[in-house]
């Protein structure tokens, strides 16, 4: 009986063909969440020139994004940092962000607890709830009155947020496996 090695097939391993040399990386496993956070609060330095806001927080949907696909992933204190980071790029009075975000993080952990398994309609519920309320409370929170004008105004960034949640949702999916990629080990 020929072996697999006296034929000429290239040994399999557990993880497939090319499984040799190649491991996770700490760095991207930890770092790219946090990095791609940051990237969503600074696309919100595109100039759009429009009458009512309607670009919606991007790094805000892109945390929650993380939150509600990976949960666990990133730490409950996790909303501190990068809420600073947001109130530097939003325009935002600075700690609205660092007092949203850190409140999103709790009440996410906190619903996890109640409620550990969920599908993506309860998530996709989940997460329009938390945006309509962070949108709101950013509002007031930069001196707004709530008034049916602001309403009427914010009604589209709401509804962009809410529509735009699920494909955000698919990006942290695909980050995610290339979070989780394989790479060559040096040494």
Do not use: K
């Not at 962000?97 to 993506?120: C, D, N």
């Amino acid at each position: 009986m020929i072996g697999r090695f006296a034929s000429g097939l290239p040994a399999v391993g557990p993880a497939g063909p090319r499984s040799i040399n190649r491991a996770h990386s700490p760095l991207l496993a930890v770092g790219l969440p946090w990095l791609s956070v940051l990237a969503g609060s600074l696309l919100t330095l595109i100039p759009i020139a429009t009458a009512i806001p309607l670009l919606p927080p991007l790094g805000f949907l892109m945390l929650l994004g993380w939150r509600l696909v990976r949960p666990g992933l990133l730490p409950v204190w996790a909303g501190f940092p990068l809420g600073a980071f947001d109130d530097l790029f939003s325009g935002q009075p600075f700690g609205c962000g660092i007092l949203l975000w850190s409140l999103t993080m709790l009440g996410i952990e906190a619903l996890e607890a109640r409620f550990p398994w969920r599908g993506f309609w309860q998530d996709w519920a989940v997460a329009a709830f938390v945006i309509v309320a962070y949108l709101l409370s950013s509002a007031l929170f930069s001196g707004s009155r709530l008034s049916p004008a602001m309403l009427y105004a914010l009604a589209p960034q709401v509804i962009v947020s809410i529509v735009l949640f699920p494909l955000l949702a698919r990006i942290v999916a695909g980050l995610d496996r290339i979070r989780l990629a394989r790479v060559r080990v040096l040494g």
